[in-house]
């Protein structure tokens, strides 16, 4: 079974704060994803990588498949940035086993 | 930009009751799943379905539990009996490529079980 561990569980930040959350899991994946959820609870697609390092806006995201390790790291945090991060990879065929998130709080 | 769309947003239904939650994928998608989250907890897969048929199901999806795609457009998950514990958020999902493709998730459908 493909073991999905998060950290931090939580993480409080200053607005303008670089913040990182780190995704590790245990075997061998096609590719790796980061989610972010709502305080309504709606799951949005940040990122699927299956190597190297991606970047949308202030969002960039990291994997190295040798390490089993990925990171999501936020430059210039905002209030608006607060919601759970959460990591998800595929076991044996496209289903997704899901970390149990890391929820970020941005303050002004 | 293209959305899965998930109806109702919040049931709350008496236990052994039937229930439907119905989702709209993205039109050109091929791969359609239902995943829940018990309030609290991690996200969990329930099922996959590829081709108008199951490709995958969890312990979860027990014979209480069936999907189908009836028409080519809406894609259902169906609880036939509720239990307590099927009190959760369901969230349907959707995406073009099995292993390459971004996944899009509907908002969830709150399911409450009394």
């Known amino acids: 079974k493909n073991e999905v561990e998060q950290s931090p569980q939580n993480l409080t930040a200053q607005e303008g704060e670089f913040i990182t959350i780190n995704c590790s899991y245990s075997?061998?994946?096609?590719?790796l994803h980061w989610l972010q959820q709502h305080p309504g609870g709606g799951i949005v697609s940040l990122f699927m990588?299956?190597?190297g390092k991606k970047k949308h806006g202030r969002l960039i995201a990291t994997i190295n498949i040798q390490e089993k390790h990925s990171s999501l790291h936020i430059t210039a945090s905002h209030p608006r940035d607060s919601a759970v991060y959460i990591c998800?990879?595929?076991?044996?065929?496209?289903?997704?086993?899901f970390g149990t998130g890391t929820r970020l709080q941005v303050f002004p | 930009e293209p959305e899965v769309t998930q109806t109702p947003s919040h049931q709350v239904t008496q236990m052994g009751q039937e229930v439907i939650l119905r989702c709209v994928p993205i039109s050109n998608h091929l791969y359609f799943y239902w995943y829940r989250q018990i309030l609290g907890q991690k996200v969990e897969f329930l099922v996959s379905?590829?081709?108008?048929?199951?490709?995958?199901k969890s312990e979860i999806f027990d014979d209480q539990f069936s999907v189908e795609r009836p028409d080519g457009s809406n894609f259902t998950l169906k609880i036939r009996s509720t239990k307590l514990e099927d009190s959760a958020m369901y969230f349907c999902?959707?995406?073009?490529?099995?292993?390459?493709?971004?996944?899009?998730f509907g908002e969830g459908s709150r399911l409450t079980v009394l």
């Open positions: 998800a990879v595929p076991y044996n065929t496209d289903k997704l086993i």
């Open positions: 075997v061998g994946i096609s590719a």
């Open positions: 379905f590829y081709n108008n048929e199951i490709s995958e």
């Open positions: 999902a959707s995406n073009k490529e099995q292993f390459t493709g971004e996944l899009f």
């Open positions: 990588l299956s190597s």
